[in-house]
T-cell receptor
Framework: DGGITQSPKYLFRKEGQNVTLSCEQNLNHDAMYWYRQDPGQGLRLIYYSQIVNDFQKGDIAEGYSVSREKKESFPLTVTSAQKNPTAFYLC??????????????FGEGSRLTVL | SQKIEQNSEALNIQEGKTATLTCNYTNYSPAYLQWYRQDPGRGPVFLLLIRENEKEKRKERLKVTFDTTLKQSLFHITASQPADSATYLCALRGYNQGGKLIFGQGTELSVKP
């Protein structure tokens, strides 16, 4: 089945450690996104990529890094510079075709807890 | 400042009634507005899109309205069922937002049998 796979589902990290969250899609979508979700807040955009080997900062990129070496993959690294990394992280993709509804397809999320 | 706001208080209704959720925005010029459903611990799932030149959209028991004068979208679920219990997110894409989607914080709906 086509979809987006995020891993791991749950992740615990000690302060000062970098962690990488995986996001893989087999929908053949060009655009991919990383959002952060905190209780009582809307999803906030961290980074997005419209095409392979290119990505842009979103609204809260500080302390995060990404790469887009393959169309299918868009990993997110949460670095030690991120001051409050405990959150629910969501990866999404979108079809850039002109007939699309702008619908985002989301993965199941990764919950990161800093101990 | 720009804001997109949904009712922060949970909405509790009886099975069979119509649930109405509100999404208000300030200082945006939306090209379209979307509604998503999110279950606990899961990713959001797309439900409906309504464009700026559309007043109403329907899909089965779902209805969305869009009033650009009031700067508001209403999301209705008719004949609600306990299985409709979830958090519902609205998201808008503005003409001056570089194509990005801006999300509201979501409203939790609980349908009691």
């Amino acid at each position: 089945d086509g979809g987006i796979t995020q891993s791991p589902k749950y992740l615990f990290r000690k302060e000062g450690q970098n962690v990488t969250l995986s996001c893989e899609q087999n929908l053949n979508h060009d655009a991919m996104y990383w959002y952060r979700q905190d209780p009582g807040q809307g999803l906030r955009l961290i980074y997005y990529s419209q095409i392979v080997n290119d990505f842009q900062k979103g609204d809260i990129a500080e302390g995060y890094s990404v790469s887009r070496e393959k169309k299918e993959s868009f990993p997110l690294t949460v670095t030690s510079a991120q001051k409050n990394p405990t959150a629910f992280y969501l990866c999404a993709s979108k079809d850039r075709g002109t007939a699309n509804t702008g619908e985002l397809f989301f993965g199941e999320g990764s919950r990161l807890t800093v101990l | 400042s720009q804001k997109i706001e949904q009712n922060s208080e949970a909405l509790n209704i009886q099975e069979g009634k119509t649930a109405t959720l509100t999404c208000n925005y300030t200082n945006y010029s939306p090209a379209y507005l979307q509604w998503y459903r999110q279950d606990p611990g899961r990713g959001p799932v797309f439900l409906l899109l309504i464009r700026e030149n559309e007043k109403e959209k329907r899909k089965e028991r779902l209805k969305v309205t869009f009033d650009t004068t009031l700067k508001q979208s209403l999301f209705h679920i008719t004949a609600s069922q306990p299985a409709d219990s979830a958090t519902y997110l609205c998201a808008l894409r503005g003409y001056n937002q570089g194509g990005k989607l801006i999300f509201g914080q979501g409203t939790e709906l609980s349908v009691k049998p």
